[in-house]
Structures are given as C-alpha cells and as structure tokens.
Antibody
Framework: EVQLVESGGALVQPGGSLRLSCVAS????????MHWVRQGPGKGLEWISR????????DFAGSVKGRFTVSRDNARNTVSLQMNSLRAEDTAVYYC?????????????????WGHGTQVTVSS | DIQMTQFPATLSASVGDRVTITCRAS??????LAWYQQRPGKAPHLLIY???SLQSGVPSRFSGSGSGTDFTLTISSLQPDDLGTYFC?????????FGQGTKLEIK
C-alpha cells in the first residue's frame, strides 16, 4: 500500500525540542522530494519544509527557519523533522507529504500523497 | 512572499448544486496552483494540480480553471461526500503558500 505514516508528536514545553519521523511505503521513496506541512488548531495549512531526494538540499518557511531542520534516510524510507526552540505557535498537526515527481529531477512542489499527521502541542 | 486569498470562507449548498470556490494570488503564479479537499478530522488530499489537471481517481464533477492571479474550483453537482474544507496552494515560488480555506457545508 502506498502510504506515509508520521510519528513522534507529543506535548512539549516552550523552548523544548522534538523529532518527528515519517516512514514511506509502497513507492520508491529515494526518487521523491518530500515536504512537511502543518495545521494549527482551527487554522489553515502552512507549508514549512522540503528536502530533495538525496537530502543535500532543503528549504524552510520563515516561521521555522533557524529552529527546524529536516533530514532523510533513504535506506529506511524515512524523513525526519527536528524541531528546536519550540514555541506555543508551533502547536499543530504536522503532515509529511510526497512531491509527485518520481524522477527526482523535476519537482513540482505540491503534495500528491499525505500522511495522517501527528499532533505537536507546545505548552507549559 | 505570495499571499493566497480564498472566498467565500464558508459556503452552504444543496446536493446537486453547482458550487464555485475562488482563489486569488497576490501576484501571478502562472498555472502553478493546486486544490485540496480536507474532510473533517482527516488529512488533505489532492484534487487538482496545475490549475486545471484532475488528479487520478478524483471524480470528474471537480474541475479547476484560471491562470495568473485568479482561479476557481467548481463542483458541477454537489454530493454529500463533498463536505469539508477546500484549500488552494501556489507552488510557483517559495514559500508555497496555501489559502485560508473554504468550508463547504451541505444544506
């Protein structure tokens, strides 16, 4: 089955850190750019990060730049989001998503496959 | 950064109605626009990409149009399963902003 499964969400105090993981199955993970998108409570969607197939290139939204990093392990079909210096406004459901281009060379930068999401709550 | 604005914010319609949702970009995104549906409590899923291309498996009652700054998503004959929130997203330039969403209710 083609799917993405996120894990690692938790309740964390302001200033704390958390690492989210997303495991892919059913497709050639190493060929695809991957994205992270979040959704705050009762809010819309916010694109926050992308990483290229070999993990050498990544980008972040301004709201998380300098605090979040992204990495991937193609041998384990896993992409991870390391979140540091967490703030209350980082509270959200975090989704990983697949870029539709399967060549890895012509990324589209929208998401054609979404995970179910993992909840991150930042509160004291 | 490009800002995306959707309207209306909320829409109530009856089964069988033709429904149109609008998305406007603060500057041209050419045709680099996607539409997603999010059912209550679920992850989003892709409906339309490149402004008017229907994603595989999506019912043909969904269609998209527009280019530049103005886009529409149309449901030709509303079905009960279409309940949810609809989001547009530009992928012309980083950061890849979403609209704030249009909540579709079934009368």
């Amino acid at each position: 089955e083609v799917q993405l499964v996120e894990s690692g969400g938790a309740l964390v105090q302001p200033g704390g850190s958390l690492r989210l993981s997303c495991v892919a199955s059913g497709f050639t993970f190493s060929n695809h750019w991957m994205h992270w998108v979040r959704q705050g409570p009762g809010k819309g969607l916010e694109w926050i990060s992308r990483i290229n197939p070999d993990g050498a290139t990544s980008d972040f939204a301004g709201s998380v730049k300098g605090r979040f990093t992204v990495s991937r392990d193609n041998a384990r079909n896993t992409v991870s989001l390391q979140m540091n210096s967490l703030r209350a406004e980082d509270t959200a459901v975090y989704y990983c998503g697949r870029d539709p281009d399967s060549s890895g060379h012509y990324p589209q930068f929208y998401v054609d496959l979404w995970g179910h999401g993992t909840q991150v709550t930042v509160s004291s | 950064d490009i800002q995306m604005t959707q309207f209306p914010a909320t829409l109530s319609a009856s089964v069988g109605d033709r429904v149109t949702i609008t998305c406007r970009a603060s500057q041209s995104v050419s045709s680099w626009l996607a539409w997603y549906q999010q059912r209550p409590g679920k992850a989003p899923h892709l409906l339309i990409y490149k402004a008017s291309s229907l994603q595989s498996g999506v019912p043909s009652r969904f269609s998209g149009s527009g280019s530049g700054t103005d886009f529409t998503l149309t449901i030709s004959s509303l079905q009960p399963d279409d309940l949810g929130t609809y989001f547009c997203q530009q992928y012309h330039s980083h950061p890849f902003a979403f609209g704030q969403g249009t909540k579709l209710e079934i009368k």
